[in-house]
């Protein structure tokens, strides 16, 4: 017997045990399927996961989008910021229509969303470390978590606006 029909009789010896068979009922089914090479149709009878119109929203899920959609958006403004940097270092004449774009409102706008996404995105992290010592995990604490991290991104942009305006 070659060794690898040595370990499959082993494997179907197992198998045969009671235990085994009453612990593990759906793996071994579905292995058995695989193994009597069923079609696979037969397989679509597995439960399906939830899918996002079953679950009822709530603030937690809405932190988790947004902290990757703030991610993929700083990494885009982090190439703006390095065509920025490259206009302001070819001098005035380069420089003037990412200037005039920078303080136009849709700009403006642009600027805030990018302060946002990064107070977002820190903030969350933040929460992310905190949880990862174990702490906030329920439920309550994290949707109070969420919601912080969530006004801490509106504010955020609007402290810096005031800092810059008004402050020292």
Wanted: no cysteine; aromatic share 12%; glycine share 8%.
């Amino acid at each position: 017997m070659p060794r690898n029909d040595k370990r499959l009789a082993f494997i179907d010896r197992r198998l045969a045990l009671p235990n085994v068979r009453a612990r593990f009922p759906p793996y071994l089914a579905l292995q058995e399927t695989f193994m009597a090479g069923a079609p696979q149709q037969s397989l679509s009878a597995k439960p399906k996961a939830p899918h996002l119109q079953v679950w009822r929203w709530h603030v937690t899920m809405l932190s988790s989008i947004l902290h990757r959609a703030t991610g993929v958006a700083l990494y885009g403004a982090a190439v703006g910021f390095a065509i920025w940097l490259m206009a302001v270092a070819a001098g005035p004449e380069t420089y003037a229509p990412i200037g005039s774009l920078l303080s136009s409102p849709l700009g403006q706008i642009a600027l805030y969303l990018v302060v946002a996404a990064f107070a977002f995105h820190l903030a969350n992290g933040v929460r992310h470390l905190v949880f990862d010592t174990g702490a906030g995990l329920k439920p309550a604490d994290a949707e109070t978590t969420a919601w912080f991290a969530i006004l801490f991104a509106i504010a955020a942009p609007i402290g810096l606006w005031a800092l810059i305006r008004f402050g020292a």
